[in-house]
């Protein structure tokens, strides 16, 4: 494989994170400049972020309320539902 030419990337990042990371990759035997390398060729190759990203903050994405949000529409496929006006509340 030819030389490439290298070039740094400069990353904000929380200084306890940093030393986390850092433990981390210590850990399985690389330091934080190989693992992001790592992580950027996976984008690259795979035309992606590797790994999901999702609004987990966000209680209507909770697993909970999504499964609630399925068993009600299925009921409601099933004939099983009432239909309810929707009333506006306002602070009047």
Not at 10 to 24: G, H, T
Not at 53 to 67: G, K, R, T, V
Not at 75 to 90: D, M, P, R, S, Y
């Amino acid at each position: 494989m030819k030389n490439m030419a290298q070039t740094t990337l400069n990353v904000r990042i929380d200084e306890s994170v940093k030393q986390q990371f850092d433990a981390f990759c210590t850990d399985v035997g690389m330091n934080s400049s190989v693992a992001v390398n790592l992580f950027v060729k996976a984008v690259l190759r795979e035309r992606r972020i590797p790994f999901e990203i999702a609004a987990s903050d966000d209680p209507f994405y909770f697993q909970a309320n999504q499964e609630r949000l399925k068993k009600s529409l299925e009921q409601l496929n099933a004939g099983k539902g009432t239909v309810h006006e929707l009333i506006e509340v306002t602070g009047d």
